[in-house]
């Protein structure tokens, strides 16, 4: 492997990037299945399932992996979480970051 195939080795998959978060979360039906889906709560479509595989290691690694796009649509989500489904969010912060190693960072952010 060469040193590109190792850098591009070493981000998450690009084929979900497209997918229109503003569209997302302006659902209500559509945001709550992708909650459900990362609460083992419902079943999840493919974006969904990649989401939650890749989820923890995106807490550990700072989203170290994440394409800009990434990153962006991660903000975006955490924001509007945060402001607009706080019960939910504090549910997703339970789950996925049980003992508040990430947490702090994320009030910051706000």
Do not use: H
């Not at 992708?34 to 399932?49: A, F, H, N, Q």
């Not at 955490?78 to 994320?106: A, C, H, Q, T």
Request: positive net charge; hydrophobic residues 25%.
């Amino acid at each position: 492997m060469n040193s590109v195939q190792l850098a591009l080795a070493q981000k998450y998959t690009n084929k979900f990037d497209n997918v229109d978060v503003d569209g997302v979360l302006s659902n209500n039906r559509i945001l709550t299945n992708y909650i459900k889906c990362l609460m083992e709560k419902g079943p999840c479509t493919p974006e969904g399932r990649e989401l939650k595989k890749l989820l923890p290691d995106a807490l550990q690694t700072d989203c170290s992996k994440c394409t800009e796009t990434q990153r962006k649509n991660s903000q975006k989500v955490i924001n509007f979480l945060r402001s607009n489904r706080p019960g939910e969010w504090k549910l997703l912060l339970d789950k996925y970051d049980s003992r508040g190693v990430y947490r702090s960072k994320y009030e910051k952010q706000g």
